[in-house]
């Protein structure tokens, strides 16, 4: 089954391009560390999913580009084209001569009406050239005005329109130092919306992107690809085909749909963060062996201490002991608070994969009590190497990893509201102070609700 | 008084033909719409280059030395609207009089403009406060725009007048200008020529001084134009217009070229405009220029950084370091990562006081093509409280000359004008000085979170 892919704005369109330059890097690796047969079955699974085929052979990755003004479109079009391997369709792209001015309520309801019809009409299209289609990942950013404003409104439109299909939204979460000033208001606009109309946000923060990049990739000066880069290589690891319950060679068929169904019991709970390890520069790469006992350790203590990456873990945290009561709102602010998970999903690939030992992960004390650590946790396996590692393990958690986080942005929109500031520029577009009341009520309901899970 | 404007045209990204002129006159203003540079770029040839500039003057000196000198094959006379007799420093002169006159021809110049554009995103308008044509017509074809073109931005560079400026009327032309300013201007950029001037005798020191071992790196001055370091700058308005028009030039690049983190012109006025009235934005361009053999990279690319926020560095007298920050804009231009930005903003911010409900109020852009002559440069915008000195001197000068009722009689014969029209004036910066007031008040008070919804569980 395939994905369609929607990449909306700068951000998401120049993740878009390292997203598929990634899995189409990964999927024509030579060090698979596996069977031609099962390299040549990961390489078909891959492409059906995320490229289609055209005359010349090229593959074109199956994609919709989406911006208001048109240098990043153009930027990524060229790109993909000049790399020969791969490329964008030529009518895969819409585009206008105006962004919208990192504003929200400009995006959502003076573009998206405008152009909903061609958007809509695109999307359709790249749809049609699917056998069967497993659903739509749409690349977005909160902060800006485009990819977050124009993105509520197109995933919206989805959900009406194709309500049979599954939606993921991959969204970035903004530097906590500040990006774009109105970033906040614009993030609670866009996850209010979201998560009424999306089925999950798998989030991924450029704050714990960047740290990547200095502490595990030893990046000195780190540019907006490189942090892409790091971004591409997690959701490969995830979305890259893994054995369904068959055995080898026969890869899962509907990845969105296992997602959801692995990751999302209950639609209160629908934020999604990836962890992966190893993650290091090739230089590095080439000193180091792992084990799995030891990957999985690290992987276990990265979840349970809300670690973004294998540097710099708290091991002293521990998961509580069973019978007592969650701390509730209290605890936000105290030190070793531990990461309580409602699902987890732990992806692995590479050599003597067979031989991992998930019990760690299974521990009923890393789960909230209303769910049976059998359906809580799952694993994924295939014996085919990620990328040029030889063992790697990715761990896509629905927990509360993202909880200090949304609490945070949404004190200082809710500050900023009090203050009236900046509302004038979104009431200018329809979107009122009720509006922004509304988003707030989701959202403090949302963190009340992780909260105290 | 002499005013002058220049301004700089970067056509072409690749071909580096860079343009200058400067004109003299009272009040001489250019009305300029902006549009997409890649047209540009399918139109290689400079004489393609199809520009969309109004100019404007009510006395012919200027516009006609325009049309003689280097920049004769970019303006042609459609775009000009001339008259012979000057405002005579004259704001109602300038406003009532020659506005009604060439109304309808200001606006069929705009319209035709207008009409080449795929799409019209604001409008820059540069000019004079202390004269008559610049300050009087220039802020009634604001009025005008707003009306004409309602959803089109409108950036106003502002030239205030300087303590030692010689035009008597100056006070009043200002002040009855700024009432239009808060009024039917999106964004204004003050700058006054003392703050310019200060910058150009900076480098003048830097280029004389003959230090051992620097020499300043050729077109890399802030102020050069075709790229000659002069010995000692003969015509400084020329050195100090090019500042202006660098500005100009930095604020538009993010839109024009390509950059990992791109900022067009309509979002300066959504990150740095929080209410409607405060919408007056402190600049500085750093680097002012670049030594030739220096090779420390980072520590110099951080030096940049600083200098942007230094008191030096700002196109009007003004200290941001010192003042409350409202929200602030780095603009970065050439080898620039977002490491470098995010490290900076991190070592700067304990040093900078933000209101209390902005305390992130950072928007930043990293546009990939440098300046000529530079390797890499920083246009900060701040909408800080540091403006408010500038407005309070301008209202004292105003009311020693009102209180006496001085040069009141060449305004008051002008059709339309009354005292009435100077007393609303001062009202409505008085006003604007009190919001800055009020600001200023919250600088020293603990911030405070307000209390948040609280939702039954």
Redesign the interface.
Known sequence: MSIVTVQLG?CGN?IGFEVFDALYTDSHCPQGLCSKRENEAYQASCKERFFSEEENGVPVARAVLVDM????T??TLSKAAQSGRWKYGQHSCFC????S???WAYGYSVHGPRHEESIMNLIQKEVEKCDSLSGFFIIMSMAG?TGSGLGAFVTQNLQDQYSNSLKMNQIIWP????????QNYNSILTLSHLYRSSDALLVHENDAL?KI??KLMN???????D?NQVLAHQLGSVFQPTYSVEGSCHYRRNPLGDLMENLVPHPEFKMLGIRNIPQMSENSLAYSTFTWAGLLKHLRQMLISNSKMEEGIDWQVRPPLSGLPTLGKASLNRGLHFNMSIANLVILRGKDVHSADLGGFKDSALYTSWLEPINAFNVWKTQRAFSKYEKSAALVSNSQFLLKPLDTI???A???F?????I??YTKFGIEEEDFLDS??LL??VV??YC?V | MITKGAFLILSLKHVLMQVNFSFEGNGTFLCISYY?Q?KAQIQPRYSEYHNHAVLIDMEEGVVNEILQGPLRDVFDSKQLITDISGSGNNWAVGHKVFGSLYQEQILEKLRKSAEHC??L?CFFIIHSMGGGTGSGLGTFLLKLLEDEFPEVYRFVTSVYPSGEDDVITSPYNSILAMKELNEHADCVLPIDNQSLFDIISKIDLMVNSGKLGTTIKPKSLVTSSAGAVKKRHQKPFDAMNNIVANLLLNLTSSARF?G???M?L??I????????QLHYLVSSLTPLYTLADVNIPTRRLDQMFSDAFSKDHQLIRADPKHSLYL?CALMVRGNV????L?RN??RL?PSLQFV?????????S?CSVPPVGHSHSLLALANNTCVKPTFMELKERFMRLYKKKAHLHHYLQIEGMEESSFMEAVSSLSGLIEEYNQLDATKSMPVE??P????A?
Not at chain 2, 452 to 455: F, G, P, Q, T, Y
Request: with cysteine; hydrophobic share 30%; charged share 20%.
């Open positions: 700068q120049q003004e048109p240098k990043v153009n930027q206008q001569k105006q962004g001015g990192n504003n005005g530097y906590g130092t500040g990006e774009v000033i109105v960047h990049c200095a990046i000195k000066q780190i540019s907006f690809s942090i949404v004190g200082k809710w500050n900023m009090a203050s009236k500031a900046y004038h520029q707030f009520t403090e309901q009340a609700s105290n | 997409s890649y795929d799409c995103q390509e990992s983190l791109n067009d309509n979002e006025s959504m990150n740095l405009v929080p209410f409607p929200a990562q977002v490491s470098d995010r903003i991190e911010k209390s409900w902005n305390q992130e109020g950072w928007k930043t990293l979170d307000f948040r919804l609280s939702i569980v």
